[in-house]
């Protein structure tokens, strides 16, 4: 039995946090989020990492919320996938109820999980591709980009360097003249799909060994 796990750089360090020394695991790896950009070139991505996976995936744990473009991603693909059916990992740290909540909580809030905020302010300049443009300073282009937004809301998700990162997460509020506020975030939706993907996985290898050929199935975490 092996599990693949395919997910956004953004929460690498919370999915790691779950999965950690998991023997299932023969496939890790994370993909660049600045793809969030560009919904329709992250599912080609997506689209195309799952179809080349490496001999010995049984399961695909999809570390993406729905991210505009990927809802109804496992129906798409032959490889058994789950996946965070949230509509992005905000919402999948924080709850769907708690995410909406905190949009209407004092102007446009910035969210700043633990694991976006390990490289602060060079995260942000990558993130947004201002590392090559000459003649002005990076948050030059942050304060405009920014102008619109009152605060930034920094999720602790519990991640061993939490402490740095949110230090990390006062200074970018701090150049980008933002208010900077602090919540506790779950990793809960995060370890059920985990769960999942391992139970489907572990369901599919009994089958298996049972018939004696490969079972076919899809599914996906229900929120």
């Known amino acids: 039995m092996g599990v693949a796990i395919l997910g956004c750089d953004a929460i690498r360090n919370e999915i790691e946090i779950v999965t950690a020394g998991d023997q299932d695991v023969v496939y890790r790896e994370y993909l660049e989020f600045g793809l969030h950009l560009e919904p329709t070139n992250l599912k080609k991505v997506i689209l195309e990492k799952l179809n080349s996976l490496p001999d010995g995936v049984d399961v695909v744990f999809l570390g993406y919320g729905h991210c505009q473009a990927l809802q109804g991603l496992p129906e798409q693909v032959e490889v058994p996938v789950v996946m965070l059916e949230y509509e992005d990992c905000i919402a999948a740290i924080l709850t769907s109820e708690r995410y909406h909540s905190e949009k209407k909580n004092g102007g446009v809030t910035w969210f700043y999980p633990a694991g976006w905020a390990v490289n602060g302010m060079e995260g942000m300049v990558r993130l947004f591709h201002l590392d090559s443009v000459e003649g002005y300073a ?86």
């Open 138 to 223: 990076p948050d030059y282009f942050l304060r405009i980009m920014f102008d619109g937004f009152s605060r930034c809301l920094f999720i602790d998700t519990g991640i061993d360097c939490a402490d740095m990162c949110e230090k990390n997460s006062k200074e970018v509020a701090n150049i980008l003249g933002l208010r900077h506020e602090r919540t506790v975030g779950s990793l809960d939706a995060v370890r059920a799909a985990w769960e999942q993907a391992k139970e489907l996985a572990h369901a599919l290898e009994a089958e298996k060994d049972h018939n004696g050929h490969p079972a076919a199935s899809n599914a996906s975490n229900g929120a």
